[in-house]
């Protein structure tokens, strides 16, 4: 679904210092979709949250758009020094 794409590198690079590390990657599968999140390692603490409760909001999200698929989204957040 492009427009979730578009939406979540919208909205992660709102979040980040430094929109032009966010890199979004989407995995289609036959029964889930996989969003991997790229951001600078100096950011990954800003898309996480504290507690994780800022990545969690945006998965509830993903989660209400893509349960009109009944399809699993799943949210990975990566920072660039695992690549």
């Known amino acids: 679904m492009k427009r979730m794409k578009e939406w979540l ?3 992660i690079e709102l979040l980040v210092d430094d929109p032009e590390m966010v ?3 989407e995995t289609e599968g036959e029964q889930a979709r996989i969003y991997e ?3 600078a ?4 603490g800003k898309v996480i949250g504290r507690g994780g409760k800022t990545a969690d909001a945006v998965r509830w999200v993903l989660y209400a758009i893509a349960g009109k698929e009944k ?3 799943v949210l990975q957040v990566i920072d660039k020094r695992d690549y």
Do not use: L, W
């Open 23 to 25: 890199r979004v990657h």
């Open 41 to 44: 390692k100096e950011d990954i």
């Open 71 to 73: 399809k699993r989204t």
């Open 37 to 39: 999140v790229t951001v």
């Open 9 to 11: 590198t919208m909205t």
